[in-house]
């Protein structure tokens, strides 16, 4: 499974734009890359996933360039509530390969006021 | 839908104990994963079921077993417990089918062994 490398933290402030950069230099041409957000003591949260390009939804934006060497997770306007650890991860996408999930130590974003 | 659940929340057991956490998929889910969160080693991967059957494998001993019953719940089971098993357990369930499969997380049980 493709190791990931995110920065261990990060400083934001309320209304900021956070981008989150992963790099996974030795992806295969059938993983999928996924991030996830979690707040202490709970499970991880789903937040975007993506194979190549950009994705967009209600919540964040995924984007990938054509080597898909590494990614990025946009957070726009990012709030107190948006302090957390992000985690990224990549996985196959052939059945049942991607519910073996290799997590990192993550990016740990703190939000201030 | 309802989330995956998980019972206990908490739990407190002492060295040698056993323990059985329990897991409840999102309603249609086949797959269930499991994972042990320490501060020192993070997350990590503990075993998947699907369709009662295991179907990925982490690296912990055998103390560490698991299960699935046919409507898709699945148990996990510690054997001698030891200190270093204090831990928060996480289950997440998903499809289980092809594809990019989403998994979702349940609040997890944090186990305590004194």
């Known amino acids: 499974l493709a190791k990931t490398t995110q920065p261990i933290s990060m400083d934001s402030y309320e209304g900021q734009e956070v981008n989150i950069t992963c790099s996974h230099n030795?992806?295969?041409?059938?993983?999928?890359i996924t991030w996830y957000q979690q707040f202490p003591s709970q499970g991880p949260r789903f937040i975007i996933q993506g194979y190549k390009t950009k994705v967009t939804n209600e919540v964040a934006s995924l984007f990938i360039p054509a080597d898909r060497k590494s990614s990025t997770l946009s957070l726009p306007r990012v709030s107190l509530s948006d302090t957390a650890v992000y985690y990224c991860?990549?996985?196959?996408?052939?059945?049942?390969?991607?519910?073996?999930?290799?997590f990192g130590a993550g990016t740990r974003l703190a939000v201030h006021p | 839908k309802a989330g995956v659940t998980q019972t206990p929340r908490y739990l407190i057991k002492t060295r040698g104990q056993q323990v059985t956490l329990s897991c409840s998929p999102i309603s249609g889910h086949r797959s269930v994963s499991w994972y042990q969160q320490t501060p020192g080693q993070g997350l990590q991967f503990l075993f998947e079921y699907f369709s009662e059957t295991q179907r990925n494998k982490g690296n912990f001993p055998g103390r560490f077993s698991g299960r699935q019953f046919s409507n898709s719940r699945s148990e996990m089971n510690v054997s001698t417990l030891e200190l270093g098993d204090s831990a928060l357990y996480l289950c997440?369930?998903?499809?289980?089918?092809?594809?990019?499969?989403?998994?979702?997380f349940g609040p997890g049980t944090r186990l305590t062994v004194l």
């Open positions: 997440a369930s998903s499809l289980g089918g092809q594809g990019a499969d989403t998994q979702y």
């Open positions: 030795n992806i295969a041409t059938n993983d999928y």
């Open positions: 991860l990549v996985a196959p996408i052939y059945s049942g390969g991607y519910n073996k999930l290799i």
